[in-house]
């Protein structure tokens, strides 16, 4: 609950008064519904910045996300139904993973009609009025742009392969064989070639993906001006933004060659370097994004730190953002799971940081659909430091410089699935990893299963724990995918009524960086980079300065803070029960997974 007192304490930080009431950061709340009252403040917006630099973004994977007629799929009604939740929370943008009418291939990433919802989720009314309650709510509403590729069921597609000389032909990228073979050794990410040799006609499409979403050719000005008047229809129905779906890989390698060997185990590095891809991304910021408050955050899979400003430098007019995946995979070869250091990791975020610059802005995420869920893969969600640790790795995401994009279930600490055999597993990416590593006697089965249980996609795609209730409340029938049998134990009902709860400590955290600009623009500093142990970092913005703290071990770290600093306040702890520290300190006892940010 955000009482008087609350408000008035985050008033005294941010007018530099040195003593700070910590108790009044964690009253609890009364109930799952709170009052008018407890709903954030508006945030204390830096003059001059966008909207989404303020924002706080949680993705909703709809088939996962709340199921309202019990079919075991999310709907639209079902998302519109949790909105004061989300509200509550502090969430001020939503991202929707796509929504699209879909065959479901790769679950909403293949469309087949981009105008249309996909049944399994509602209809267009349904998806105004969640709409309209978003905006009534004050909050809005950014959805996926999947135009890299489409589904083989859209009606362009369809045209497309009647034959060679149909009108659209061209909209996707088509070639003769080689030696009997596909034109090229292009590999798709899903599995096997890149090509599938369409009978009909005897040439070969190029699909980076599953077979079943042929990419679109973007050298043809008229697929172009289709996607152009796509973003219109939904810009002018009343959505904010878009995040872009693997948008480098839009311009192909002049004349497809082989690519080089080295390359082809990672072959998004060539995929997502085409020469065109800035040319394009300039022509709809011109065509369509410049004539709307719009936000634009691109999959920039492939890129690197170097490249990463020719995106987002806000003179280039391209995007706003992008998602780096260095953090997120950096313990990744593939499929395969690597060890990770923490060192490392603050080498990435400092990297990321400094990729932003002065004409850019970044991203902060610590998983999405793709990734396995956080605290599983950077914090410890063994049953006694789950939630302390959660709450850490959410101090850290929720005090970068960069809009913070929050995972539908993170605010719970929610975790990987036990998964078992390959039977357990719904992804397209693993059945064709499957054939082309294990049917194919590359890898054995147990290795490869190993490895997948910690990587998998999937983990972050099992239906949200909303209750106790079978299934978690996601749904009365059969979920589409199978609940962590956890959710007895992690759910939102007891959560929301637990002011000591993961999601009370999101909360706080979304409360006090909206109330104190330096911790959304302030100049990040990692003060001891090499520290296996301890995440210590500033956040400056004018005469007005930050420590956050957090140790990433189950053991007590005595650290002794570097550069003669001295803590004038504690501003919030994720409650791992630190000693009081007086006005001065130098030095602090960090607990496990202690994480702390202390007004300097």
Not at 30 to 38: I, M, Q, R, V, Y
Not at 126 to 148: S, T
Not at 421 to 445: L, R
Not at 493 to 508: E, F, K, N
Request: aromatic share 12%; with cysteine.
């Amino acid at each position: 609950m955000q009482t008087a007192s609350f408000r008035k304490t985050l008033l005294s930080v941010m007018m530099g008064t040195l003593a700070i009431c910590q108790t009044a950061m964690s009253t609890p709340s009364t109930g799952s519904a709170l009052a008018k009252e407890d709903t954030p403040q508006t945030p204390a917006a830096r003059p001059g910045a966008p909207w989404w630099k303020e924002a706080v973004v949680y993705q909703i994977y709809p088939r996962s996300f709340n199921d309202t007629n019990g079919d075991g799929i999310g709907d639209l009604n079902g998302i519109t139904a949790k909105l004061d939740y989300l509200k509550t929370l502090g969430v001020d943008t939503i991202w929707l993973s796509p929504h699209f009418d879909s065959p479901n291939a790769d679950n909403g990433y293949d469309i087949r009609d981009y105008r249309k919802v996909m049944s399994e989720f509602g209809n267009m009314d349904d998806f105004d009025r969640m709409l309209a309650e978003m905006k009534r709510r004050g909050m809005r509403l950014i959805i996926d742009l999947v135009v890299n590729h489409s589904s083989d069921e859209h009606r362009w597609f369809v045209e497309s392969r009647q034959s060679k000389d149909n009108p659209y032909r061209d909209y996707y990228i088509w070639r003769d064989g080689r030696d009997g073979g596909a034109p090229n050794n292009y590999p798709s990410f899903f599995g096997g070639s890149a090509w599938k040799k369409d009978e009909a006609t005897g040439q070969y499409y190029l699909h980076y993906f599953a077979r079943k979403q042929p990419d679109l050719n973007w050298e043809n000005p008229k697929v172009r001006a289709e996607v152009y008047d796509i973003m219109r229809f939904w810009l002018d129905k009343g959505v904010s933004g878009f995040r872009m779906d693997v948008i480098p890989f839009i311009s192909k390698p002049d004349g497809l060659p082989d690519l080089p060997a080295e390359n082809l185990a990672h072959p998004e590095f060539v995929y997502a370097n085409g020469p065109r891809v800035h040319q394009y991304l300039q022509e709809m910021n011109r065509e369509v994004l410049s004539r709307y408050d719009a936000m634009t955050v691109g999959e920039a899979f492939g890129i690197s730190f170097e490249q990463a400003p020719l995106f987002t430098d806000a003179r280039r007019r391209e995007l706003d953002m992008i998602f780096h995946f260095d953090l997120v995979r950096l313990d990744r070869d593939g499929w395969r799971k690597k060890d990770w250091t923490l060192p490392e990791l603050k080498a990435a975020y400092a990297q990321i940081d400094r990729t932003g610059g002065s004409h850019g802005w970044n991203t902060s995420f610590l998983t999405n659909h793709d990734n396995p869920r956080s605290v599983s893969h950077f914090g410890d969600d063994s049953p006694e430091w789950r939630a302390v640790s959660a709450k850490a790795l959410a101090t850290m995401m929720l005090t970068q410089r960069a809009t913070p994009f929050l995972y539908q279930g993170d605010e719970l600490g929610m975790t990987n699935y036990p998964f078992h055999g390959i039977e357990d597993y719904d992804d397209v990416e693993v059945k064709g990893q499957w054939h082309d590593f294990v049917e194919s006697g590359k890898v054995s089965a147990e290795e490869y299963l190993s490895h997948l249980r910690q990587t998998s996609r999937d983990n972050a795609r099992t239906p949200m724990q909303w209750s106790a209730a079978p299934n978690a409340g996601f749904t009365t029938g059969t979920p589409w995918l199978a609940v962590n049998p956890n959710y007895a134990q992690i759910n939102a009902t007891a959560q929301v009524d637990d002011a000591g709860s993961v999601y009370h400590h999101h909360r706080r955290l979304m409360e006090v960086r909206s109330q104190i600009p330096a911790l959304i623009h302030g100049e990040f500093r990692d003060l001891d980079p090499a520290n296996p142990k301890v995440f210590a970092y500033t956040r400056t913005l004018d005469d007005k300065r930050y420590l956050v703290l957090i140790n990433f071990t189950r053991e007590t770290v005595a650290y002794d803070l570097p550069e003669g600093l001295k803590i004038a306040a504690t501003l919030l702890d994720n409650g791992a029960a630190q000693p009081p520290l007086q006005p001065g300190a130098a030095s602090v006892s960090l607990q496990p997974w202690q994480a702390t940010i202390y007004q300097l």
